[in-house]
Structure formats: structure tokens, C-alpha cells
């Protein structure tokens, strides 16, 4: 790895590692947001929802831009509003302020996720690629299971607020780094942004949310409810219509032709789904169940922190030399048996007996699983569509893991026990293994060659 690839992947995890932590941090600082400013697990759902649906909505329409107008100047100018609105949701007054906030944070982070990782496709190929994913992954990974540690710190030692305060340092330190990075294509001419598609894609996705997150204060029959949700259905539908049809789409239907991208996607579903429902329930039944406090709530993650850290590159190297498909299968099946294993948290919960052996599972199948799975989808198309690409996978995952969690209130009830936490782990558990069990049946195998350049992995159906 030169010195270039070097800043290049250290920039790409700075930009995402501050995305996927504060999808993460507000894990463990919700009970206290909600003591604060009322609410109750609606607004819980909102605060973690809001930030999920503008991210996942919008980050096609990121993923476009990077393309267009370039890797490095969209990411300088969402880490720019990423740091505005950070400071936005750590000074909300009321539970509507924040919601409101966290939906343009997600509206921020939707410009760093396919830009960091577009650097990435840009700068390595072949087996060096893999590894670089596998490094990334391994670290954004960590921000994501990390985050509730870090988040129980700050909400016990001085409060909920500061978990938004802090993106500040590694923003800036990143806006530092990339003025060195050197945009690694020129933008496209004559492109332009989708913006019917990105307005279908919002409405689409956030009227089926807004009737999943309040079905439980109104009730189906309501026409608080049914409406958005049949609005947001049909504008779905359009959304497709149009996606095949727009001269400029913000998701190419083109790309799902090609069969480890098509896979690789549908795949993420039930591996994403599993994973925001799984630690989103876990860290809010540790305290409001448990007893725990935040910052015995985020230790209770550092097993799997642990595990990513170890063997996330290990298992994004073998991908590349081996093919993504076997640890596609193996990975879910490994986190899903973790997740049921956390069934046995009944109080008074013992964490030696009741948590260690489930989250380390749990750990160790995401990191069989995901630089693979990032590898497969990413590996299979044109590098030139890197940014779109890496977009729709980001927006895959998003979007599972924020339908998931507006079910919180169907599976698990108005109020969190442990009836209703146990039936969210083999809701869990089932949906992991559905992602196994997709990749074994689905996926098909291309081994990178350090003299292969990435277009050619993209030839396998």
C-alpha cells in the first residue's frame, strides 16, 4: 500500500466511521432522550428512524453525485453538514427539534458513506481492493458496535447531548486529511440529480415508517395511519416506475441485472435488518429491562467490537482470494446462533453467563460476514459506477434496518419485557439465516487476481 492509498483509506474510514457511530451512540442514549424530553418508544423509534430514512432515502441521490461532480468534493461537503447538524441535535430543545434534526443528519451522512467507499473502488483493485474493504469494514464495523460504549460513557458522565457534540473532533481532523486527497476521476458531463426519484424514494419510504412507528397509538383503522401508508406504497411503486424509465436514474435497475449485485442486495436485507433490530432492542432491554446502566449497556458490546477488530480484514482478504460465497453463508448463520444464544438473558441478567458467549457470536459472524458481502455487491460492477453502486448497497441496508425497527411496536408490543424481547431475537435470528441462505443458493464465486482489474469481476451472472 503507497503512501497515497494509505491517507486515501484512512480518509474514506474517518468519513464513514462518524456515519455508522452515530447510527449507533444514540443506541444507549435513547432512555435518557426520553426521560428528557417525554415521548416514550415512539419517539425512540423516531430519533433512531428519522436519522435511517433520510440516509437511506437520499443516499442514492449521494451516490450519483460522488459520480458526477466527484469523490472528494461530496464527501468535504457532507462532513461540512454533518458537523452543522450534529450540533443541532445536541442543542434540541424538544423531541420534534431533534427528530427534525436527526432527519438532516441523515440527509449529511447519505453524502459520506458512497464517497469513502467510492475512493476506495477507485484507488485498489484485485486483491489489495479486498483488503481495503476488508480494513474499512472492520472499522466502520467498529463504530457501529463501539458506538453504545462510547454513547454509555458520555450519557453517564455527563449527558445524552454529548453523543452529537462529539462528531466534531473526527470531522475535523478528516477535513484536514482530504485536503491532500486528490479527486481520483473527473466528474461526469451533462449528468443530472433525480430529483423526482428522490422525492418518490422519500415518500415512498416514509409513509410505510410513519404508519409501522404510530399503528401503536392509533391503531391500523386509523386514517392517521392507512393513509401514509397507502400513499407511501403507491409512491413506491413510482419510485420503480420511474427509476426505469428516467433518463438519468438514481438507481440504475440496470446494475440488478448483474447476478452478485442483485443477490448480494437482497442478501443485505435480512443481514442489515437483523442486525439494527438485534442491537437497537438489546441495548434498550439491557437498561429499561436489565437494569443496566448506559455505560454497562455499551460494555456489553465490546465482545463483538473485539471480534471485528480481529478478524474483519482477515476474512475481507480471504474473500478476495477465495470468493465472497461460503463466508456469505457461514457469517449469518454463526451471528444468528449468537442472537439466539441472547434468548438466555432472562434477569437478573448475568453478563458472563447470559451475554459474553451470545455477543461473541454474534461479532465473529459479522466478521466472516460483512467486508464479503461489501466485496461481492461492490466487486461485480464497473469501477466507474462505484459511487452509485456502493449507494444502493448502503441504501439497501439503511432501509432494511429502518423498516425493522418501525416494527419494534408489532413485535415486541407498546412496552418492552422480556415475552416481547424474546420473540425480537428469533425474529432476529430467522432473518440472519434468511441471509445465509440467500447467499449459499444465489451468490456465485469470482476469485480476484492481483493482475485483474475490478471490471472484469463484473462478468459473472
Same mark, same amino acid.
Given at each position: 500500500?503507497?503512501?497515497?492509498?494509505?491517507?486515501? *483509506?484512512?480518509?474514506?474510514?474517518?468519513?464513514?466511521?462518524?456515519?455508522? *457511530?452515530?447510527?449507533?451512540?444514540?443506541?444507549?442514549?435513547?432512555?435518557?432522550?426520553?426521560?428528557?424530553?417525554? !415521548?416514550?418508544?415512539?419517539?425512540?423509534?423516531?430519533?433512531?428512524?428519522?436519522?435511517?430514512?433520510?440516509?437511506?432515502?437520499?443516499?442514492?441521490?449521494?451516490?450519483?453525485?460522488?459520480?458526477?461532480? !466527484?469523490? $472528494?468534493?461530496?464527501?468535504?461537503?457532507?462532513?461540512?453538514?454533518?458537523?452543522?447538524?450534529?450540533?443541532?441535535?445536541? @442543542?434540541?430543545?424538544?423531541?420534534?427539534?431533534?427528530?427534525?434534526?436527526?432527519?438532516?443528519?441523515?440527509?449529511?451522512?447519505?453524502?459520506?458513506?458512497?464517497?469513502?467507499?467510492?475512493?476506495?473502488?477507485?484507488?485498489?483493485?484485485?486483491?489489495?481492493?479486498?483488503?481495503?474493504?476488508?480494513?474499512?469494514?472492520?472499522?466502520?464495523?467498529?463504530?457501529?458496535?463501539?458506538?453504545?460504549?462510547?454513547?454509555?460513557?458520555?450519557?453517564?458522565?455527563?449527558?445524552?447531548?454529548?453523543?452529537?457534540?462529539?462528531?466534531?473532533?473526527?470531522?475535523?481532523?478528516?477535513?484536514?486529511?482530504?485536503?491532500?486527497?486528490?479527486?481520483?476521476? #473527473?466528474?461526469?458531463?451533462?449528468?443530472?440529480?433525480?430529483?423526482?426519484?428522490?422525492? &418518490?424514494?422519500?415518500?415512498?419510504?416514509?409513509?410505510?415508517?410513519?404508519?409501522? =412507528?404510530?399503528?401503536?397509538?392509533?391503531?391500523? /383503522?386509523?386514517?392517521?395511519?392507512?393513509?401514509?401508508?397507502?400513499?407511501?406504497?403507491?409512491?413506491?411503486?413510482?419510485?420503480?416506475?420511474?427509476?426505469?424509465?428516467?433518463?438519468?436514474?438514481?438507481?440504475?435497475?440496470?446494475? @440488478? #441485472?448483474?447476478?452478485?449485485?442483485?443477490?448480494?442486495?437482497?442478501?443485505?436485507?435480512?443481514?442489515?435488518?437483523?442486525?439494527?433490530?438485534?442491537?437497537?432492542?438489546?441495548?434498550?432491554?439491557?437498561?429499561?429491562?436489565?437494569? @443496566?446502566?448506559?455505560?454497562?449497556? /455499551?460494555?456489553?458490546?465490546?465482545?463483538?467490537?473485539?471480534?471485528?477488530?480481529?478478524?474483519?480484514?482477515?476474512?475481507?482478504?480471504?474473500?478476495?482470494?477465495?470468493?465472497?460465497?461460503?463466508?456469505?453463508?457461514?457469517?449469518?448463520?454463526?451471528?444468528?446462533?449468537?442472537?439466539?444464544?441472547?434468548?438466555?438473558?432472562?434477569?437478573?441478567?448475568?453478563?458472563?453467563?447470559?451475554?459474553? +458467549?451470545?455477543?461473541?457470536?454474534?461479532?465473529?459472524?459479522?466478521?466472516?460476514?460483512?467486508?464479503?458481502?461489501?466485496?461481492?455487491? &461492490?466487486?461485480?460492477?464497473?469501477?466507474?459506477?462505484?459511487?452509485?453502486?456502493?449507494? =444502493?448497497?448502503?441504501?439497501?441496508?439503511?432501509?432494511?434496518? *429502518?423498516?425493522?425497527?418501525?416494527?419494534?411496536?408489532?413485535?415486541?408490543?407498546?412496552? &418492552?419485557?422480556?415475552?416481547?424481547?424474546?420473540?425480537?431475537?428469533?425474529?432476529?435470528?430467522?432473518?440472519?439465516?434468511?441471509?445465509?441462505?440467500?447467499?449459499?443458493?444465489?451468490?456465485?464465486?469470482?476469485?480476484?487476481? +492481483?493482475?485483474?482489474?475490478?471490471?472484469?469481476?463484473?462478468?459473472? $451472472?
Amino acid at each position: 500500500m503507497t503512501s497515497s492509498q494509505r491517507r486515501i *483509506l484512512i480518509v474514506a474510514i474517518l468519513s464513514s466511521f462518524v456515519a455508522f *457511530l452515530d447510527g449507533s451512540i444514540i443506541n444507549v442514549a435513547l432512555p435518557a432522550i426520553s426521560r428528557e424530553l417525554g !415521548g416514550g418508544l415512539a419517539l425512540q423509534q423516531w430519533v433512531v428512524d428519522g436519522y435511517l430514512l433520510s440516509l437511506g432515502a437520499l443516499i442514492l441521490v449521494a451516490g450519483s453525485l460522488s459520480d458526477t461532480f !466527484g469523490r $472528494v468534493r461530496v464527501l468535504r461537503v457532507g462532513l461540512i453538514l454533518f458537523g452543522l447538524t450534529s450540533l443541532a441535535c445536541g @442543542f434540541a430543545p424538544t423531541g420534534v427539534f431533534l427528530v427534525v434534526a436527526r432527519l438532516l443528519q441523515g440527509v449529511a451522512a447519505a453524502l459520506l458513506v458512497p464517497s469513502s467507499l467510492a475512493l476506495i473502488t477507485a484507488n485498489f483493485t484485485g486483491v489489495p481492493q479486498g483488503k481495503a474493504i476488508g480494513i474499512w469494514t472492520g472499522w466502520t464495523g467498529v463504530a457501529g458496535i463501539a458506538g453504545p460504549l462510547l454513547g454509555g460513557l458520555l450519557v453517564d458522565s455527563y449527558s445524552w447531548r454529548l453523543v452529537f457534540f462529539i462528531n466534531v473532533i473526527p470531522i475535523a481532523l478528516t477535513l484536514v486529511l482530504l485536503r491532500r486527497v486528490a479527486e481520483p476521476s #473527473r466528474p461526469a458531463d451533462g449528468a443530472r440529480v433525480d430529483v423526482i426519484g428522490a422525492v &418518490l424514494a422519500v415518500v415512498g419510504l416514509g409513509g410505510p415508517v410513519f404508519a409501522l =412507528i404510530e399503528q401503536g397509538r392509533f391503531g391500523w /383503522g386509523s386514517p392517521v395511519v392507512f393513509l401514509p401508508l397507502t400513499i407511501g406504497l403507491v409512491a413506491f411503486a413510482a419510485f420503480i416506475w420511474w427509476e426505469a424509465r428516467a433518463p438519468h436514474p438514481m438507481m440504475p435497475l440496470g446494475l @440488478f #441485472r448483474v447476478r452478485n449485485f442483485a443477490v448480494g442486495n437482497l442478501a443485505t436485507v435480512g443481514i442489515y435488518a437483523a442486525l439494527n433490530l438485534g442491537f437497537f432492542l438489546f441495548a434498550l432491554y439491557l437498561q429499561e429491562v436489565g437494569g @443496566f446502566s448506559a455505560t454497562l449497556a /455499551g460494555l456489553a458490546g465490546i465482545p463483538a467490537t473485539v471480534m471485528m477488530l480481529l478478524f474483519a480484514t482477515l476474512f475481507g482478504t480471504l474473500a478476495g482470494k477465495y470468493g465472497p460465497r461460503l463466508f456469505m453463508t457461514v457469517g449469518p448463520f454463526v451471528a444468528g446462533s449468537g442472537f439466539l444464544l441472547l434468548l438466555t438473558a432472562v434477569p437478573p441478567v448475568d453478563f458472563w453467563l447470559h451475554v459474553l +458467549p451470545g455477543i461473541v457470536l454474534v461479532g465473529l459472524g459479522l466478521s466472516i460476514t460483512v467486508a464479503p458481502l461489501t466485496s461481492a455487491v &461492490l466487486g461485480s460492477i464497473h469501477p466507474g459506477q462505484a459511487g452509485i453502486g456502493s449507494a =444502493i448497497n448502503n441504501a439497501v441496508a439503511r432501509v432494511a434496518g *429502518l423498516v425493522a425497527i418501525a416494527m419494534t411496536g408489532t413485535i415486541v408490543g407498546s412496552a &418492552l419485557d422480556v415475552a416481547g424481547y424474546q420473540r425480537a431475537m428469533v425474529v432476529v435470528a430467522a432473518l440472519m439465516f434468511a441471509g445465509g441462505i440467500i447467499s449459499w443458493l444465489g451468490i456465485r464465486t469470482v476469485v480476484a487476481r +492481483p493482475d485483474v482489474a475490478a471490471p472484469a469481476l463484473g462478468e459473472a $451472472v
